[in-house]
C-alpha cells in the first residue's frame, strides 16, 4: 500500500466516524426547534395560554352582565312587578318622560351607554 491508499483509507474511517453523529446531531436539532417553534411547541404554548386568559376573563365580565340582566328581568315578573322597573321600560320603550325630568339630547354618534341601577 501507498502512503496515498493509506491517506484514502484514514480518510474514509474520519467520514464514517462523523456522519453517524452528524446525522444525529441534525435529527436531535430538528426535534428541538420543533419543540420549541413548532404548531405544538412552547411558544404555541404561550400564546394559547394568553388566549384562554383573555378568554376567561371575556367570561366573567359577561356573566357579570347576565347576572344584572337577570336581576333586572326578575324585577319584571308578572309574580313580582317593580314599579320603578316597569315606569322606566315603559318610558324607553314608548319614548315618553314625566314631567319633572330633565332631558340632555345627545347627538346619535357619541350616545354613551344606559348607566344601570346599582352602576356609577
Do not use: C, W
Not at 18 to 40: L, M, N, S
Not at 47 to 58: G, K, V
Amino acid at each position: 500500500m501507498t502512503a496515498i491508499d493509506h491517506v484514502k483509507d484514514a480518510m474514509g474511517r474520519a467520514l464514517r466516524q462523523t456522519i453517524g453523529p452528524a446525522i444525529g446531531a441534525a435529527i436531535v436539532g430538528y426535534f428541538a426547534y420543533h419543540a420549541v417553534q413548532g404548531d405544538r411547541g412552547l411558544i404555541a404554548l404561550s400564546h394559547l395560554q394568553s388566549e384562554i386568559q383573555q378568554a376567561q376573563a371575556t367570561l366573567a365580565q359577561v356573566s357579570e352582565q347576565r347576572i344584572e340582566l337577570e336581576k333586572r328581568a326578575s324585577l319584571l315578573r308578572r309574580d313580582h312587578l317593580d314599579p320603578d322597573m316597569l315606569d322606566e321600560r315603559a318610558r324607553a320603550v314608548l319614548n315618553y318622560s314625566h314631567p319633572d325630568d330633565v332631558i340632555i339630547l345627545v347627538p346619535r354618534s357619541s350616545v354613551a351607554p344606559p348607566v344601570t341601577a346599582g352602576q356609577p
